[in-house]
């Protein structure tokens, strides 16, 4: 066993990403603060090849040189776009027959153990880091998916959240 090199990985330009077939899915960053998780958020969308990131509320967008240290170049080959209303964007999307996820702590929260996503196009939403995705998205929400954790803390950091809902989501298109 060797490790690859760089040129070995087969990676695609920017232009051919953007050109390529995306998954049927959009991640909403709901409230989310921290720039670094942003652009970690941004870069777990790109190797997923997630249809468009939007951000949300307060969310912070690029250009910002604190999310490109963990972007890496992925606020480039990503669509994203901001909207201060998630609510009224997600009332949209639901009337046009998108399945919409929220990964949050709730009394009728499935576990990721037992989760089947549906294979129609969905919204994945992932809240702000002190107070989850809001109660007025939640309700708005198909189902509300929880990451099993069985330590002392009862939550992951937003973009490590993000990497294992993202990544669950997608696999279910990639069969």
Known sequence: ?????????????????????KLPIIVVLDDVRSMHNVGSVFRTC?????????????????????IEKTALGSTESVEWKHEINISEYLLIKKAEGFAI????????????????????????????????????????????????????????NISVSAGIGIWEIAKNFLK
Request: proline share 6%; hydrophobic share 35%.
């Open 46 to 66: 790109d190797a997923f090849k997630i249809d468009k990131l939007v951000l949300g509320g307060i969310t912070p967008t690029p250009p910002s040189p604190e």
């Open 1 to 21: 066993m060797r490790k690859l090199r760089n040129s070995e990985l087969k990676r695609v330009s920017t232009e051919e990403f953007k050109k390529s077939e």
């Open 101 to 156: 996820y929220a990964f949050e702590h709730t009394s009728q929260s499935k576990t990721l153990l037992n989760f089947t996503v549906n294979k129609k196009p969905s919204i994945v939403i992932f809240g702000n880091e002190v107070k989850g995705v809001s109660e007025e998205v939640l309700a708005l929400c198909d189902e509300v998916i929880e990451i099993p954790q069985y330590g002392t803390k009862h939550s992951l």
